[in-house]
């Protein structure tokens, strides 16, 4: 079982940034992926960013050259820096961590979430 912990959420104008943060409640280099995603009102959650165990990134092309995923194994935090906000980056954010857990396969876990909120 894993514990996600997000935090760093909040209101900001439109041009503004904010880092996110998620902590995992265990050695983070033992999870094979992790990453964010996003879900706004009336829309499906979707992938933002996404950092293998390699450190491989991935993001969704509505995001590139602005958000950018890290991670710090010594803290066992994975980190989400947001620049360049826009009003359509509104949205709930979610950590997630996606590992294999031996003979039951593959596991996804979830934070809670941390609110984004972005104003003209």
């Known amino acids: 079982q894993v514990q996600l912990v997000e935090s760093g959420g909040g209101l900001v104008q439109a041009g503004g940034s904010l880092r996110l943060s998620c902590a995992a409640s265990?050695?983070?280099?033992?999870?094979?992926?992790m990453g964010w995603y996003r879900q706004a009102p009336g829309k499906q959650r979707e992938l933002v960013a996404r950092?293998?165990?390699?450190?491989?990134?991935h993001y969704a092309d509505s995001v590139k050259g602005r958000f950018t995923i890290s991670r710090d194994n010594a803290k066992n935090t994975v980190y989400l820096q947001i620049n360049s906000l826009k009003p359509e980056d509104t949205a709930l954010y979610y950590c997630?961590?996606?590992?294999?857990?031996?003979?039951?396969?593959?596991?996804?876990?979830w934070g809670q979430g941390t609110q984004v909120t972005v104003s003209l």
């Open positions: 950092i293998i165990r390699d450190g491989t990134t």
């Open positions: 265990i050695n983070i280099f033992s999870i094979n992926d």
């Open positions: 997630n961590a996606h590992t294999y857990v031996g003979v039951g396969g593959w596991a996804d876990y």
